[in-house]
């Protein structure tokens, strides 16, 4: 159960795209369509944006999107604003298990 | 509107014990799988227990295993995890979070700090 690998931060600027990368193995994210991507805000609880790779549950905005390819998920941000600015967490299931990712700060400059 | 309440949080001395709940409404609580996550103080997210519907499946992750046991009563609406061997590192914000699948957790409570330490 080690974690995936996130980059530490991420940037870009208002309206721009973003994209975080989200590396695990072929017993979790390689292995499954089955990752999904949380946001969460200092002092609050996650919020589930993406899962099963690229689901979006209602009320998500379509600017955020989910892929896969090989062993690494991604998650793109589009039309970037300043309330997206926070950290987002990528999981994946692993066989009776989940992992996490380590986190990636994104900063709208 | 679903709401999720911790409760049981606190201070507790290593190999010590602990039992946190979480009250859940404004949905069928037998209809959802259940997990609890956890968050060590400016860390990131890590899984800690999932629950199936009808208790037949429960899972743990590897740093718990053992040590903690999962448990719902549907006919209260509420989820419990007894925490036993309570290490120092067992330190953390734990959330109680209703699940979509078990990879995906759709909605969150506020969290319960607990914090283990002599």
């Known amino acids: 159960q080690s974690a995936l690998t996130q980059p530490r931060s991420v940037s870009g600027s208002p309206g721009q795209s973003v994209t975080i990368s989200c590396t695990g193995t072929s017993s979790d994210v390689g292995g499954y369509n089955y990752v999904s991507w949380y946001q969460q805000h200092p002092g609050k609880a996650p919020k589930l944006m993406i899962y099963d790779v690229s689901q979006r549950p209602s009320g998500v905005p379509d600017r955020f999107s989910g892929s896969k390819s090989g062993n690494t998920a991604s998650l793109t941000i589009s039309g970037l604003q300043s309330e997206d600015e926070t950290d987002y967490y990528c999981?994946?299931?692993?066989?009776?298990?989940?992992?996490f990712g380590g986190g990636t700060k994104l900063t709208v400059l | 509107q679903v709401q999720l309440v911790e409760s049981g949080g606190g201070l507790v001395k290593p190999g010590g014990s602990l039992r946190l709940s979480c009250a859940a409404s404004?949905?069928?609580?037998?209809?959802?799988?259940m997990s609890w996550i956890r968050q060590a103080p400016g860390k990131g997210l890590e899984w800690v227990s999932y629950i199936s519907s009808n208790v037949n499946t429960v899972y743990y992750a590897d740093s718990v295993k053992g040590r903690f046991t999962i448990s719902r009563d549907n006919a209260k609406n509420s989820l419990y995890l007894q925490m036993n061997s309570l290490r120092v590192e067992d330190t953390a914000v734990y959330y109680c979070?209703?699940?979509?699948?078990?990879?995906?957790?759709?909605?969150w409570g506020q969290g319960t700090l607990v914090t283990v330490s002599s």
């Open positions: 404004g949905f069928t609580f037998s209809d959802y799988y």
């Open positions: 999981c994946s299931y692993a066989g009776s298990s989940v992992v």
């Open positions: 979070a209703r699940d979509l699948k078990l990879w995906a957790s759709d909605f």
